[in-house]
């Protein structure tokens, strides 16, 4: 491995979490708390879900000013409203010395309003595509959503080392749409996360292309995280091949 993508092997942590829109366990909408679980992740890269109200001008329960002035992330700008921070409630967070090379947001089928987000960063010296998705409660649809995912990161846009992460809400490894990630991914269940206080579900995932190895996973367990979301965050520290491994 050379040095500049041992470099990246030490230092990429990614991340999911599903932040209810601030609102905790305890019925109270505390954006503070929820980003003090964020601080606390120290991911590198992190994909929020429920980021955005659902409705009107869909405002971000966490402000974008703040992020900037009070942790070293900035937000990918996937939102079409300055009250939002994401689309569709997906966010990704990433750290301000990374360049944003590109960001894409990605309609998804459905009868509720779902829909992935994807950007293409620079982290010294290498490229790489983060997804991010929160993914519908009906099976049906989410078989549909993944087939559709899948094209359109694959079919449309020059090939890179991808993750994929996000609340899937697929509560079994062994479900059909898992295999559909199978197929060109490996897919990486860091624990139960669901719900925060008790968590018997699975449904948040970290799902990496070849080119990366998952050295480490798990789950988010402070006292905090605790009752800041009825998810607890997911996380996985990852390696890198350098690029000349990359197919043609």
Same mark, same amino acid.
């Given at each position: 491995?050379?040095?500049?993508? !041992? /470099?990246?092997?030490?230092?990429?942590?990614?991340?999911?979490?599903?932040? @209810?829109?601030?609102?905790?366990? =305890?019925?109270?909408?505390? #954006?503070?708390?929820?980003?003090?679980?964020?601080?606390?992740?120290?991911?590198?890269?992190?994909?929020? @879900? %429920?980021?955005?109200?659902?409705?009107?001008?869909?405002?971000?329960?966490?402000?974008? %000013?703040?992020?900037?002035?009070?942790?070293?992330?900035?937000?990918?700008?996937?939102?079409? $409203?300055?009250?939002?921070?994401?689309? *569709?409630?997906?966010?990704?967070?990433?750290? /301000?010395?990374? %360049?944003?090379? =590109?960001?894409?947001?990605?309609?998804?089928?459905?009868?509720?309003?779902?829909?992935? &987000? !994807?950007? =293409?960063?620079?982290?010294?010296?290498?490229?790489?595509?983060? !997804?991010?998705?929160?993914?519908?409660?009906?099976?049906?649809?989410?078989?549909?959503?993944?087939?559709?995912?899948?094209?359109?990161? *694959?079919?449309?846009?020059?090939?890179?080392?991808?993750?994929?992460?996000? =609340?899937?809400?697929?509560?079994?490894?062994?479900?059909?749409?898992?295999?559909?990630?199978? %197929?060109?991914?490996?897919?990486?269940? #860091?624990?139960?996360?669901?719900? $925060?206080?008790?968590?018997?579900?699975?449904?948040?995932?970290?799902?990496?292309?070849?080119?990366?190895? &998952?050295? +480490?996973?798990?789950?988010? /367990?402070? +006292?905090?995280?605790?009752?800041?979301?009825? *998810?607890?965050?997911?996380?996985?520290?990852? $390696?890198?091949?350098? !690029?000349? *491994?990359?197919?043609?």
């Amino acid at each position: 491995m050379t040095p500049k993508a !041992a /470099k990246l092997s030490a230092m990429l942590k990614i991340g999911s979490y599903n932040i @209810q829109k601030s609102i905790g366990v =305890d019925a109270r909408r505390r #954006p503070e708390r929820t980003l003090r679980v964020i601080r606390e992740l120290e991911c590198d890269i992190l994909a929020l @879900q %429920e980021a955005d109200r659902r409705f009107g001008p869909r405002a971000s329960t966490l402000d974008r %000013e703040i992020i900037l002035a009070e942790t070293d992330y900035q937000a990918v700008p996937f939102a079409t $409203s300055v009250k939002s921070l994401g689309w *569709h409630g997906n966010a990704i967070l990433v750290r /301000k010395a990374y %360049e944003i090379l =590109d960001y894409r947001r990605i309609e998804l089928p459905t009868l509720e309003p779902r829909g992935a &987000v !994807a950007a =293409d960063l620079n982290i010294a010296g290498e490229k790489i595509r983060v !997804a991010a998705m929160h993914l519908s409660l009906i099976g049906h649809f989410r078989k549909k959503q993944i087939t559709s995912l899948m094209h359109q990161l *694959h079919e449309h846009l020059d090939y890179l080392p991808t993750v994929l992460i996000g =609340d899937l809400n697929e509560w079994r490894g062994t479900a059909g749409s898992i295999r559909l990630f199978e %197929e060109r991914y490996a897919v990486t269940t #860091p624990g139960r996360s669901y719900p $925060s206080l008790m968590p018997v579900g699975s449904l948040d995932r970290i799902i990496t292309s070849p080119e990366f190895t &998952v050295e +480490k996973a798990g789950v988010h /367990k402070s +006292k905090t995280a605790r009752i800041a979301s009825d *998810h607890l965050p997911v996380w996985a520290r990852l $390696s890198l091949e350098p !690029a000349g *491994h990359l197919p043609g």
